[in-house]
């Protein structure tokens, strides 16, 4: 595993179509339980390496119920972005995952994670890839159908504060879903 993280942190396959250039973040222990596949870091996680260590991280962080030390325990929580480099700015926000990422490197950390109960799929990117054909026609209707996808699977929305609209337009996912995150990560950490 060690090897495998330090060539990924090596990694420089699209170095040219960024705009930040390489530094590719991940964490994983063979010991995890948990994935949390996200998007791609964004300008503050490239800055510090550390995933999730931004706004939307603090409400993952609530969604999921844990401190800010069990969510960094690298032998509970793996955590693998679509696109391990931040990919740039969009119109709208960042730009999407870069897709060489997850062909090139999701499998082989996947091998190497024998303990995985719980994949956390969180935006429409993780969902399309992991779900494939199963994934429903939109992100609402995959996050809203998340119990077709478990035990292994549990699709989420992303944590950003950029969807207050999208959390406020969907009360159900309060209600119903996070109760299940929590329970589930409860258990298994």
């Not at 396959?13 to 930040?20: F, G, Q, S």
Request: aromatic share 8%; with cysteine; hydrophobic share 35%.
């Amino acid at each position: 595993m060690q090897k495998l993280l330090q060539d990924i942190k090596a990694c420089t396959i699209c170095e040219k179509d960024l705009p930040l250039g390489a530094r590719p973040v991940v964490v994983a222990h063979p010991d995890a339980k948990v994935i949390i596949v996200g998007q791609a870091p964004g300008t503050k996680v490239h800055a510090s390496g550390i995933p999730w260590d931004d706004a939307s991280g603090r409400q993952l962080r609530k969604w999921l119920n844990v401190d800010v030390e069990t969510f960094y325990n690298n032998s509970k929580f793996a955590i693998i972005p679509m696109g391990f480099c931040y990919p740039g700015k969009g119109k709208t926000g960042d730009l999407p995952p870069r897709p060489e990422c997850a062909p090139q490197w999701h499998k082989l950390l996947l091998e190497q994670l024998p303990n995985v109960e719980l994949v956390l799929l969180i935006g429409m990117y993780a969902q399309k890839h992991y779900l494939g054909k199963q994934a429903k026609a939109t992100l609402t209707e995959t996050v809203k159908n998340y119990n077709h996808y478990l035990p292994k699977y549990l699709p989420l929305p992303h944590p950003s504060p950029r969807n207050r609209f999208w959390l406020t337009k969907n009360p159900w996912f309060e209600v119903e879903v996070l109760p299940e995150l929590k329970e589930r990560i409860k258990t298994l950490t």
